[in-house]
């Protein structure tokens, strides 16, 4: 998934990374495809740009694992969209992951800022 602002400053994200973000925007309720890639993006302050190609596949890598499920409807532009939303084991696995990525994060804080975890420790 790369950020849209320019391909110097593209981020590459773990794999799986997508996966978590899709789960916690669809755990505000039911999405189409487009709508996913347009919350991350806001949520993101624009630095996350999803393209198409890699949320499709996430999307029904997903929906096999049966962490989400799809429903045809109508967006609100008036088209025929499948609107996904999460299943009980999408929010486990949600639960999981987010736990899993804060001890990621975490870890690599005090490898890369250790100063920052002392000055938290002091405060």
Known sequence: MPTQENN???IALLQ???DILILKTLILGPCHGQG???SI???SEEVLFVDHGSLYLALQR???KKLIQAKW???ENNRKARFYSLTAKGRAELLEKTSQWKRLTRAMD????PAADLQGEEA
């Open 8 to 10: 110097d400053e593209r």
């Open 16 to 18: 799986g990374t997508l």
């Open 36 to 38: 996913v890639a347009r």
């Open 41 to 43: 993006q806001r949520q």
């Open 62 to 64: 997903l929906e096999d």
């Open 73 to 75: 409807g109508t967006s």
């Open 110 to 113: 005090l490898i890369l800022d």
